[in-house]
């Protein structure tokens, strides 16, 4: 990978090897200088409330589904008691 061979390039250099190139320095500087700074507080707090509002919607999701399909249920089961009545009153052909 890239990292490895940017390892490869600053070991050689520091064991003298290959000359310092400024420019490829001046580069790495750059890349570093843009990654975010993890460890502030603000940022991690941040993370963990969005990732609790992903968890929230997940869960109530699954709350509403669940309590859709006992609302079928018993639908269902109030529909078959109707037709079991139904039947139950229809005289019984002999």
């Known amino acids: 990978s890239r990292l490895t061979e940017i390892?490869?390039?600053?070991?050689?250099?520091?064991e003298g090897k290959l000359p310092l190139n400024h420019e490829i320095l001046y580069h790495l500087q750059d890349v570093f200088n843009l990654l975010p700074?993890?460890?502030?507080?603000?940022?991690?707090?941040?993370?963990?409330?969005?990732?609790?509002d992903m968890m929230l919607v997940i869960y109530l999701s699954s709350l509403i589904r669940s309590v859709i399909a006992l609302h079928n249920l018993i639908n269902n089961k109030m529909l078959n008691k109707e037709h079991e009545k139904a039947e139950d009153l229809k005289p019984a052909a002999v």
């Open 37 to 52: 700074n993890l460890n502030v507080n603000e940022l991690i707090k941040a993370f963990a409330v969005k990732t609790n």
């Open 7 to 14: 390892r490869g390039y600053l070991d050689l250099v520091i």
